[in-house]
Every structure is written in C-alpha cells, then in structure tokens.
C-alpha cells in the first residue's frame, strides 16, 4: 500500500511538472503570436500581399475564393492561387527589381477582357465563382493580355492578375 501511495504521488508530481512545462511553453507562443503586426499573403507567383494587423484584415474562404480586406486594401483570388499566408512581425522588404507592375481596369465588351500595363508574360485567369480556372492568358511582350469570355456562358467571374483581382459579369 506504501508503494501505491508512494507512486500515486510521483505520478502527481510529473503531471504538474508536465503541466508548468506546457504552461509554460504556451506563454512563450502567446508572447510571440502577441508580436506578429503583419499577415503575409503569398500567391503561387511568389507575389505577396501584406496586411497590417492594426488594419484587422477579415480574412474569408468560401466558393473557392480566399479573400483578406481591410478598409485600405482587399485580394481577392482563387484559392487554388494562394501558396500560403503567415504572420510575421516585420514586413518582408521588397528589392527595386521586384515591384511589379499593376495592371489598368480591364476593358469588359463584346465579349472579351482587355488588359494593359502588365508585365510581359505576366499570366492573367479567370476563375469561376467556385473556383475552377475558365480561361486565361499571358501578357505580350507590350504588357496587354487579350482574353476571350464569349465561351464562358453568362455568369459572375473572377479575373486575377498578379497584383489585382476584378469580379467581371458576362452577359
């Protein structure tokens, strides 16, 4: 019966022990997550979006759409798109050789989207409101990119570039 009690508080004894060890190490995850300032958006491109968390980005996954909005800036893209999000305290920097190019509104009419102001061979889709990639294009080399919808049928669409992302309507 000694040794039951005997062991019966050497058990206790681990037990608290784990659980200061876990306590713990929970505080230091929640003083680190309390440092994060910035929710990193990084597309398959390797471009990234970066949100302030002062901003209080509302992030929403739903019809195969990830979008991240504050009141200053909003993605919109596939979820197929999106390589990862993160958190991170600092903004990842960008070299001068790195800044893309945004593109103008697209042009909507008889049925086909019109871009300008893109980087050559800079890829442009249209995704389908759950998602599935309907057409696409890449840029020629005087940065426009030329995209026929009349095949698409009548519908709301996605229309992303690397740098924006426009809901389109074909009628």
Same mark, same amino acid.
């Given at each position: ?17 784990? /659980? ?9 995850? =929640?003083?680190? &997550? %309390?440092? @994060?300032?910035?929710?990193?958006? *990084? ?55 790195? /800044? ?9 009419? =008889?049925?086909? &989207? %019109?871009? @300008?102001?893109?980087?050559?061979? *800079? ?49």
């Amino acid at each position: 019966m000694f040794n039951i009690l005997k062991l019966t508080i050497m058990t206790k004894t681990v037990l608290n022990r784990l /659980v200061a060890l876990v306590c713990v190490m929970l505080m230091g995850l =929640a003083a680190k &997550a %309390q440092t @994060a300032q910035y929710l990193i958006v *990084t597309l398959q491109d390797e471009t990234k979006t970066v949100f302030a968390l002062a901003e209080k980005p509302v992030v929403t996954m739903a019809d195969g759409i990830f979008k991240a909005e504050t009141p200053s800036q909003v993605i919109e893209v596939a979820i197929a798109d999106v390589l990862n999000y993160t958190f991170s305290d600092q903004a990842p920097h960008t070299d001068i050789d790195q /800044v893309k190019t945004d593109a103008t509104k697209p042009i909507i009419e =008889a049925g086909r &989207a %019109q871009l @300008a102001g893109l980087k050559p061979g *800079t890829i442009v889709n249209v995704f389908t409101i759950d998602g599935r990639r309907a057409a696409n294009a890449v840029a020629a080399s005087n940065g426009t990119a030329d995209i026929d919808l009349s095949g698409l049928g009548n519908g709301v669409f996605i229309l992303t570039t690397p740098s924006a992302s426009y809901k389109i309507y074909n009628r």
